[in-house]
């Protein structure tokens, strides 16, 4: 188990906390199961860190992704009786749909462990459970959508506008820096390539191509059972 705690270690210690997505100060965080969706890339992994790294305490918490090699021999369960025998309080559980019989264990982990809260993520078409336990009374779910376009003016450019209506903003009542930039010229760029957060590394369309490749042969196929013919009629059809 060291391997999870070392890896966890290593993630929080590279992880910014300069811009907090929205939801997260929507989300209630004390609750005991609760799980934020949304598609690959929005996010999700980065707000689960920066809420640590802001709010926890790092002996009482653990980050794990579903898919760690540890899943190979231990179950997710097992996991986490042992992160609570040790002083665990938080336990983070990020790509959780990776996991075989993910909802049964969370269930379990409910149930049995009343003393650990536990958060997980998912890709919200992989959230449409067929069968097996039923978390709807248990968990408070969330949707993490990719940014806004003012989300995407403060990490591009660094300006830290408020949530405007739509009246304050046809009423033209909105605070911005207009003898610095044309927010028109600012918004078409931001369709372009300003709804995933990693538009300021390099190869943003690549990464996004990887992405769409990631739903379309990875996640739909599997979770709906496709067969390789029909993934393929898919990206036809994109």
């Known amino acids: 188990m060291e391997t999870l705690f070392r890896s966890f270690r290593t993630q929080l ?8 997505r929205f939801l997260h100060d929507q989300i209630a965080w004390d609750s005991r199961l609760v799980a934020i969706l949304g598609a690959r890339g929005v996010g999700k992994t ?6 640590i790294k ?12 579903a898919d760690d090699f540890y899943f190979t021999k231990y ?14 309080k938080k336990l983070y559980i990020d790509e959780i749909h990776k996991y075989k019989d993910w909802s049964r264990e969370v269930k379990n982990i409910y149930d049995q462990i009343p003393g650990l809260q536990v958060i997980y993520t998912g890709s919200s078409i992989l959230d449409l459970e067929k069968g097996g336990a039923d978390l709807s009374r248990r968990k408070v779910e969330y949707r993490l959508p990719g940014l806004s376009f003012r989300e995407y003016l403060a990490i591009s450019r660094g300006y830290r506008l408020p949530v405007y209506s739509l009246e304050d903003i046809l009423k033209n009542k909105v ?39 990631q739903a379309l042969e990875n996640d739909i196929p599997i979770f709906a059972k496709m067969n390789i013919t029909t993934a393929q009629k898919l990206k036809r059809l994109l």
């Open 175 to 213: 605070d911005f820096p207009y003898n610095l930039e044309r927010p028109l010229q600012l918004f078409k760029e931001y369709l372009q390539q300003g709804y995933y957060p990693f538009f300021k590394e390099k190869g943003y369309y690549i990464r996004l191509r990887s992405i769409l490749n």
């Open 46 to 51: 980065t707000l689960l860190l920066q809420h």
């Open 54 to 65: 802001l709010y926890d305490r790092e002996d009482e918490s653990l980050y794990v992704t």
């Open 75 to 88: 179950r997710l369960f097992d996991m986490a009786y042992q992160f609570y025998n040790l002083g665990g």
């Open 13 to 20: 210690e590279h992880t910014s906390t300069e811009v907090v």
